[in-house]
């Protein structure tokens, strides 16, 4: 471990790494309810279990089950199997589940490291396509492309200001509505598609001559708009840079991965 890191990181890149600290400040409306679950949950883990083991097997479970959705309904227009929208909408379940505790067993074990805080918002990164995508082919949105772009776009982005004001300011904040609760609507909207199939979703709604689709679409942009809003604030008020969730040391992606295969 050490010959890999003299090797392949700098000296400063080693101080910032060592300086680092985890900051988050949550405010999620789920978090403080789904609390009780989680510290069950990570109980049951056995303790040898590592906290990047548990992290890489949610995010397969979760790649997994959007990957199945998506061959049934590449165009976001087919009407997928109702047991592949529950089967997402269960792996998404699994893979929120784990990646809530990850953290937790990495604290528990006496593993916690900047590495692995990398490592699992790397994760989080990929999986925020198959999420996106998973929510667009439960209420084919296909039929609408250009909103089709407009909702992945959105999460992708969102996602990464969300870091980028954590660099700035040093601490990673959720709102009262964030990524818990889209991850439990998006959960829901599969459910609704695994229930009733996905073409509920096109019933037009009595007197405002608009399918059922448009009402999770323009709930999204709201919320899409707030969280914007917010990062973009911090990003330009809330400091100068410091060591957040991203770890920003200036390391090229290359020395990263081998690191971490190597601790």
């Given at each position: 471990m050490r010959f890999y890191r003299q090797k392949l990181l700098t000296e400063a890149q080693l101080k910032r790494l060592g300086e680092h600290q985890?900051?988050?400040?949550?405010?999620?409306?789920?978090?403080?309810?789904?609390?009780?679950?989680?510290?069950?949950?990570?109980?049951?883990?056995?303790?040898?279990?590592a906290p990047n083991l548990i992290t890489i097997l949610g995010l397969?479970?979760?790649?997994?089950?959007?990957?199945?959705?998506?061959?049934?309904?590449?165009?976001?227009?087919?009407?997928?199997?109702r047991w592949a929208s529950a089967f997402c909408a269960l792996g998404l379940f699994i893979y929120q589940s784990l990646d809530a505790i990850d953290g937790k067993q990495a604290r528990r074990t006496g593993t916690a490291n900047p590495l692995g805080e990398l490592f699992d918002h790397g994760c989080d990164s990929l999986s925020?396509?198959?999420?996106?995508?998973?929510?667009c082919i439960a209420i084919q949105i296909g039929y609408y492309p250009g909103w089709m772009f407009f909702q992945c776009f959105c999460?992708?982005?969102?996602?990464?200001?969300?870091?980028?004001q954590t660099y700035v300011?040093?601490?990673?904040?959720f709102g009262k509505v964030d990524v818990t609760e889209a991850q439990f609507t998006i959960m829901s909207i599969l459910t609704i598609s695994a229930i009733f199939g996905s073409t509920i979703w096109s019933?037009?709604?009595?007197?405002?001559?608009?399918?059922?689709?448009?009402?999770?679409?323009?709930?999204?942009?709201?919320?899409?708009?707030?969280?914007?809003?917010?990062?973009?604030s911090v990003i330009f008020t809330g400091g100068v840079g410091k060591n957040g969730s991203t770890v920003a040391v200036r390391i090229s992606p290359k020395p990263v991965l081998v690191a971490l295969l190597h601790l």
């Open positions: 985890y900051s988050c400040q949550s405010v999620s409306i789920l978090d403080s309810i789904l609390q009780p679950y989680w510290n069950w949950l990570v109980s049951k883990v056995p303790i040898w279990l397969i479970i979760n790649i997994l089950t959007a990957l199945i959705l998506i061959w049934y309904a590449p165009d976001a227009k087919t009407e997928a199997p925020t396509v198959f999420v996106a995508l998973s929510a999460a992708m982005t969102l996602f990464y200001c969300a870091h980028w300011s040093g601490t990673l904040r019933t037009k709604l009595p007197t405002l001559d608009v399918e059922l689709k448009m009402i999770p679409l323009v709930i999204a942009c709201g919320v899409a708009i707030l969280l914007a809003q917010a990062n973009i």
